[in-house]
């Protein structure tokens, strides 16, 4: 099966979506764009450790997707992966202070920018390893089916991530074994500087022909609804019973691969990237919003305003909350002991 989706509005118009739906997704945007705005900041001022790879001019894909979903489905991110438990429905401090590895951060600390999960609201865990979370999601949707609990898994992976043999084994288990499961390519077109198109044949979509299991492209990916569409329609199919689906929605990230990191401007021209930025997830939705009469201007800027100020109370959450004690810093790393009971005359009669 093969599905392209260029725009929602084609493809779709009869699907309706609540205003309170709508809101929510403009909100969920904004939180991700200003919550990465601000690390992006601390960053550069060194407040956090390391390097973040933020999601700016992904927003729609992000949400969309995590919008689609239901609140006890699981997701795995990757590298670049605040996004996705925002789109999910995370709060921002415990989110925010994981980045600075403080002791109230979603891992306590340890997870930081590349490690971090959040269990409450099905988020498995993302990884700096490349497609490393994609048997993780499979593992997730063959234990849902197993125990027949109806949930979905969804696994975030970039177009580099796409060549990767993990991606495939996956791909190969779930299709085998209708798994209840959606690999979901966030193709923004590099892999850190490398051009997706120097490095990968044909469409990574149709790719799903060759494990049976159902393909679909959104052309668009700055539309929030496309994307929303075409997840629903994969979460619905994977519900049912009708197996995985390989989703890959086109994107573009506005920021450098990671923040702080130095590749020059070469690798991307100025123009493709200045039509990408006309493109702007957020606005494009909220020129929609007061179209559709959905909500006014007014409206829409005070829910920026709301965010704005959680962002606020996000940084001050972190700021207050203290580093983790040392003497916790081997914990969470095995689960507790079993002591062995091996009767010594068993061990006599064996030796």
């Known amino acids: ?12 118009a009869e699907m309706t979506l609540d205003s309170t739906t709508m809101l929510e997704m403009q909100r969920r945007m904004l939180r991700i ?44 991110g990757n590298h670049r992966s605040h996004g996705h438990p925002i789109g999910k429905g995370s709060p921002l401090g415990p989110l925010m202070a994981e980045l600075v590895g403080k002791a109230d951060g979603v891992c306590g600390g340890k997870g930081g ?12 865990g993302e990884s700096g390893i490349v497609g490393s979370s994609i048997p993780i999601a499979t593992g997730a949707a063959l234990s849902a089916k197993t125990l027949g609990n109806g949930r979905v898994a969804l696994a975030f992976f970039g177009d580099g991530a796409a060549n990767q043999g993990c991606l495939y084994e996956s791909m190969n288990m779930a299709g085998a074994w209708d798994l209840p499961v959606i690999f979901l390519c966030e193709n923004n077109q590099y892999a850190l500087s490398t051009p997706a198109h120097t490095v990968t044949s044909g469409v990574i979509a149709d790719r799903a022909a060759g494990f049976g299991i159902a393909g679909v492209r959104v052309e ?13 329609e994969a979460v619905d199919r994977a519900r049912r019973g009708d197996g ?27 123009e493709e990237k200045e039509a990408w930025l006309k493109r702007d ?13 959905i909500a006014t201007d007014a409206e829409l800027d005070a829910i920026e305003a709301e965010v704005l100020d959680e ?30 009971r091996v009767a010594a005359t068993v061990i006599g009669a064996t030796s």
Do not use: W
């Not at 959040?118 to 498995?124: A, E, H, Q, T």
């Not at 990671?258 to 590749?263: D, N």
């Not at 109370?313 to 507790?336: C, G, K, L, M, R």
């Open 220 to 232: 668009d990916g700055q539309d929030v609804l496309a994307v929303y569409e075409a997840t629903a």
């Open 113 to 124: 920018s590349l490690h971090l999960a959040d269990f409450k609201v099905g988020s498995l």
């Open 311 to 340: 962002v606020e109370a996000a940084f001050a959450f972190t700021e207050a909350s203290p580093f983790p004690d040392p003497s916790v810093a081997f914990a969470d790393i095995y689960t507790e002991p079993t002591p062995l």
């Open 33 to 76: 764009r200003h919550f990465d705005e601000r690390a992006s900041k601390m960053v550069k001022r060194g407040q956090i450790p390391g390097t973040v790879h933020t999601s700016i001019g992904q927003e729609a894909q992000v949400v969309g997707a995590c919008m689609a979903l239901g609140d006890s489905d699981y997701m795995t």
């Open 1 to 12: 099966m093969k599905i392209h989706i260029t725009n929602f509005y084609a493809k779709r």
């Open 281 to 293: 997830p957020i606005v494009l939705f909220r020129q929609r919003l007061v179209a559709d009469e």
């Open 244 to 270: 995985p689906t390989l989703l890959e929605v086109v994107t573009y990230r506005f920021h450098e691969h990671s923040e702080g990191l130095r590749l020059g401007t070469d690798y991307r021209d100025a």
